[in-house]
């Protein structure tokens, strides 16, 4: 079992930036592949971004390639989520996301969430 709890997430206006973290407890941290997710209102939960084991591969969804970029500190047990040039259609609730196997993570099907937090970008 892991726990995930989100923090950092706010009101920012569009071209602006944010980060996300996430801090995990319960067994080894670096026993699992990271991920986060994102809900936008009316929307079904989408796949953002996801970080290996050990941190040395990295799988974004393109629409925030370029923009966005996932990080983990195993000694720290947290996962971030630096967020660049955001834009109003950034706006959701973002979710933290762990499973042993990076493979699941990437399909959208990890096997532990976090709470979420809430991003709103401004136009």
């Known amino acids: 079992q892991v726990q995930l709890v989100e923090s950092g997430g706010g009101l920012v206006q569009a071209g602006g930036s944010l980060r996300l973290s996430c801090a995990a407890s319960?067994?080894?941290?670096?026993?699992?592949?990271m991920g986060w997710f994102r809900q936008a209102p009316g929307k079904e939960r989408e796949f953002v971004a996801a970080?290996?084991?050990?941190?040395?591969?990295?799988y974004y969804a393109d629409s925030v390639k370029g923009r966005f970029t996932i990080s983990r500190d195993n000694a720290k047990n947290t996962v971030y989520l630096q967020m660049s040039s955001l834009e109003p259609e950034d706006t959701a609730v973002y979710y933290c996301?762990?499973?042993?196997?990076?493979?699941?993570?990437?399909?959208?099907?990890?096997?532990?969430w976090g709470q979420g937090t809430q991003v709103t970008v401004s136009s």
């Open positions: 319960g067994r080894t941290f670096s026993s699992y592949a």
């Open positions: 996301a762990a499973d042993a196997a990076f493979r699941m993570v990437r399909a959208g099907t990890p096997s532990y």
């Open positions: 970080i290996s084991l050990s941190g040395s591969l990295t």
